[in-house]
């Protein structure tokens, strides 16, 4: 390669990887906006009597915090959680609630065990995921039983086996809200 003017730029054969610029507002914005839309998404396409979607505002929050976990500051799950509550069906606040303490697990958790793996990130979210889906439904008010449990069943089956699929989606956002910014 041959010497540049001082006042040129210099490129190699990868473009200008380094010192690339992203989007201030993706980066910013597609996080949130994907919990938003997680919580809004289980009221669209499926009205049963019994719970069977997954939360998915709290699996995109959490799979969020576990993929990226600088992204997200810990009091997040406030304000999403008060979102959650406004469309889920659960008492209000109980989102908030559950929400925080679900954030503040997971900063426990990653502060007690700082290597990361593919077994903990699961395990970290399945149980918080069940937990929270056990807690809002002891919650909820509804009359416990073995019926109420049963119903519940599928919706803990279909939450364990999704939280993989979603965190390799929002690996996938994570991608997109990094994409490099078009030179004008």
Same mark, same amino acid.
């Given at each position: 390669?041959?010497?540049?003017?001082?006042?040129?730029?210099?490129?190699?054969?990868?473009?200008?990887?380094?010192?690339?610029?992203?989007?201030?507002?993706?980066?910013?914005?597609?996080?949130?906006?994907?919990? /938003?839309?997680?919580? !809004? %998404?289980?009221?669209?396409?499926?009205?049963? +009597? *019994?719970? &069977?979607?997954?939360?998915?505002? =709290?699996?995109?929050?959490?799979?969020?915090?576990?993929?990226?976990?600088?992204?997200?500051?810990?009091?997040?799950?406030?304000?999403?959680? /008060?979102?959650?509550? !406004? %469309?889920?069906?659960?008492?209000?606040?109980? +989102? *908030?609630? &559950?929400?925080?303490?679900?954030? =503040?697990?997971?900063?426990?958790?990653?502060?007690?065990?700082?290597?990361?793996?593919?077994?903990?990130?699961?395990?970290?979210?399945?149980?918080?995921?069940?937990?929270?889906?056990?807690?809002?439904?002891?919650?909820?008010?509804?009359? &416990?039983?073995?019926?109420?449990?049963?119903?519940?069943?599928?919706?803990?089956?279909?939450?364990?086996?999704?939280?993989?699929?979603?965190?390799?989606?929002?690996?996938?956002?994570?991608?997109?809200?990094?994409?490099?910014?078009?030179?004008?």
């Amino acid at each position: 390669m041959s010497m540049q003017s001082r006042g040129s730029v210099r490129r190699d054969e990868y473009g200008s990887r380094i010192d690339r610029r992203h989007s201030v507002i993706l980066a910013y914005s597609i996080p949130y906006l994907s919990i /938003l839309l997680g919580s !809004l %998404f289980p009221m669209f396409f499926v009205a049963t +009597a *019994v719970p &069977l979607l997954p939360p998915l505002g =709290l699996m995109m929050l959490v799979s969020w915090r576990l993929v990226r976990p600088g992204i997200l500051p810990v009091w997040a799950g406030f304000p999403l959680g /008060l979102f959650d509550d !406004l %469309f889920s069906g659960y008492p209000f606040g109980s +989102a *908030v609630l &559950l929400w925080s303490l679900a954030m =503040l697990a997971i900063e426990l958790i990653e502060a007690r065990f700082p290597w990361r793996g593919f077994l903990q990130d699961w395990f970290t979210g399945n149980f918080i995921l069940l937990t929270y889906l056990l807690l809002a439904t002891l919650l909820s008010g509804a009359a &416990l039983g073995i019926p109420l449990f049963k119903a519940l069943v599928p919706q803990l089956l279909l939450t364990m086996l999704m939280f993989p699929i979603v965190s390799r989606m929002i690996a996938l956002l994570d991608r997109l809200r990094l994409t490099r910014m078009r030179a004008p």
